[in-house]
């Protein structure tokens, strides 16, 4: 009796050539950096839930440092005549840390520099020169002006820090840009484990791990928050600097086997799904998200997803719903109904994403769905009004039936 349940469930062939067909839909759609708002929403209380539950696995306090450059800037003139000048980052303390590092044999584990250069100073020569020697374990930024991709003026590696705002907040973060360049978080990733992914149009294989969808929804582990009440250091350019040549000790307390970021973390705020957090911070969180793994998706979880989308499937074809009709009497015409299917997909759909993340911590943007069962609807509704006069218009249009 089970079996016979099991197969009158499972043994319907055109519903898996819907699932799969949607399986496919739902890796496009996480593969391009869109969202529907609904998704935003849901995946913000998950993130609450998440921070008021078990701690999430953060990076350890003494792995990493935040370098704050918002006070360490100077004048740099923009002609001879010294008649235009600009206010940017001091790039000689830039060039005296890297000077530093490299002389206590680049003990780092990786170094961001989350800064703009797109003007030369007389310093450039000093801090390219830091640079090189430092290898992969350095990476510069390039942003987009518009759709145009500004790549850094000192011809450094880098790689892209502008995100893609998704209703005003930073959501879905690509692995690749729209030029073909690669985001900051994904090559921080390949740089610490060299081969260690290969990307594909529409999913990423992980070497030793498993596939993941092309964007991340970045988990937040660091907050601004922690850098007061949660022990990890920030501390300022030209206060580093100083201290370099006075404290022996400094090296190895504070730079040595750690993560460096270096960033604004004043003025360089953006607004996430969640909160506002300084850019080089959510750049850090979607590099550690990888480098955990909490974005795998896994076999079994494949399998999971396959099975719910089937059910979705199998409720949108057997009309099983919450609210099986809508009745509408418009003014002056016959009163009909709207058999939309649509409350029961949300409900479901909702419960799915949260149980993903909390369960899976694999954060998925499904609510595409909606739309496709939505125009599902319609069209029988269409399909169903025109059947029922076909005769009298003499319009032959074949309505399946179940």
Request: no cysteine.
């Amino acid at each position: 009796m089970k079996f016979t349940s099991a197969w009158r469930f499972l043994g319907l062939l055109r519903l898996h050539v819907y699932t799969l067909l949607l399986m496919a839909a739902t890796f496009v759609w996480m593969a391009l950096p869109y969202n529907n708002g609904l998704d935003m929403t849901v995946h913000k209380w998950t993130q609450l839930l998440k921070i008021a539950g078990p701690e999430m696995r953060k990076p350890s306090a003494d792995s990493v440092i935040f370098i704050d450059v918002s006070a360490a800037k100077y004048l740099v003139p923009l002609n001879e005549e010294g008649s235009a000048n600009d206010v940017i980052t001091n790039r000689k303390y830039l060039a005296d840390l890297l000077a530093y590092i490299v002389a206590h044999q680049q003990q780092v584990r990786y170094i961001l520099a989350d800064v703009v250069f797109d003007i030369s100073t007389p310093d450039d020569s000093a801090l390219v020169a830091g640079i090189k020697v430092l290898g992969n374990k350095f990476l510069a930024v390039n942003s987009y002006e518009a759709d145009t991709l500004q790549r850094n003026i000192l011809g450094v590696r880098a790689a892209t820090a502008t995100l893609r705002l998704q209703s005003g907040s930073i959501y879905k973060i690509p692995f690749t840009g729209a030029r073909g360049d690669t985001m900051v978080p994904f090559q921080m990733y390949l740089d610490m484990n060299p081969g260690g992914a290969v990307l594909h149009p529409f999913y990423t294989r992980f070497r030793q791990a498993g596939i993941a969808f092309n964007t991340q929804i970045p988990e937040l582990y660091l907050r601004a928050h922690d850098f007061t009440e949660g022990g990890y250091t920030k501390i300022g350019l030209g206060e580093l600097v100083s201290l370099m040549n006075i404290t022996p000790e400094l090296f190895d307390l504070y730079l040595k086997n750690r993560y460096i970021l270096v960033g604004d973390f004043k003025q360089d705020l953006h607004d996430t799904y969640l909160n506002t957090q300084p850019g080089s911070l959510i750049l850090f969180n979607a590099f550690w998200q990888l480098q955990a793994q909490r974005q795998i998706v896994s076999i079994w979880y494949l399998v999971v997803l396959y099975l719910f989308i089937y059910f979705l499937v199998w409720v949108q074809w057997k009309r099983k719903s919450f609210i099986y009709h809508i009745a509408l009497q418009p003014r002056y015409f016959l009163p009909f109904e709207l058999p939309f299917n649509i409350i029961s997909v949300t409900l479901l759909l909702i419960v799915f994403t949260v149980m993903s993340a909390l369960v899976f911590q694999v954060n998925i943007s499904m609510f595409h769905l909606i739309l496709i069962f939505s125009l599902s609807d319609v069209w029988r509704l269409v399909a169903g009004k025109l059947d029922r006069k076909s005769s009298r218009w003499g319009i032959a249009i074949k309505v399946i039936e179940r």
